[in-house]
């Protein structure tokens, strides 16, 4: 399978612009005025090549804030082998810290089959990283860096015909306008446990 990188500029129109230089995976602006206008690759959606599972199942976690020690111990204590055939779709705040970021996300890597991860807002703050980052963009670019020498997916992928497809963006209850949806049950928090822990 081959993967074309094609750009995604967020619905702006596509022009060459000499205030901008590559940068991994990113054409990044020179001028901060410019960041409206500049352009990212992303990867366009690919089959996975290498999952031969026919049966499994995708767990979805957030929060886990392993920056607390009684956090990163829960991440320590989830099996080693019962979910080398599953996907664990990890939905931001990880950890402020880039060390236990990236602790985290090996930690899960080695217990999951498939390890999916969009940035939530805690994973870009720098305020314990010292003088780490310039911003929460280059931390961003950092993470991002860190998922993929960890075989992290961050980009959209399918999975025997289950496409996942992380987001970066964020989500605020003001945003939705739908009226919610009744009749769907949502499994107590001990149920989810029981499965991660059986």
């Known amino acids: 399978m081959v993967v074309r990188p094609f750009p995604y500029c967020g619905g702006v129109p596509q022009q060459s612009s000499n205030h901008c230089h590559l940068r991994g995976d990113a054409l990044l602006p020179t001028r901060p005025r410019d960041l409206r206008r500049s352009c990212i690759k992303r990867a366009e959606v690919r089959p996975t090549d290498s999952w031969n599972h026919s049966e499994f199942r995708v767990f979805a976690l957030s929060d886990l804030h392993t920056d607390y020690r009684e956090n990163m111990k829960w991440v320590e204590c989830l099996s080693a082998s019962k979910h080398r055939k599953d996907v664990l779709i990890v939905a931001g705040d990880v950890a ?7 602790l985290t996300m090996a930690l899960l890597k080695e217990k999951f089959g498939h390890v999916f991860f969009t940035p939530g807002n805690h994973d870009l703050w720098c305020r314990r990283e010292g003088e780490g980052y310039h911003d929460s963009l280059e931390k961003l670019n950092k993470l991002l860096g860190a998922c993929r020498g960890l075989g992290v997916e961050t980009q959209p992928l399918v999975i025997n015909g289950l496409g996942i497809i992380p987001l970066l963006s964020w989500y605020h209850e003001s945003f939705d306008k739908e009226i919610n949806i009744t009749g769907y049950r949502i499994p107590p928090l001990e149920m989810v446990i029981y499965f991660l822990f059986s």
């Open 96 to 102: 402020e810290t880039y060390q236990n970021f990236y």
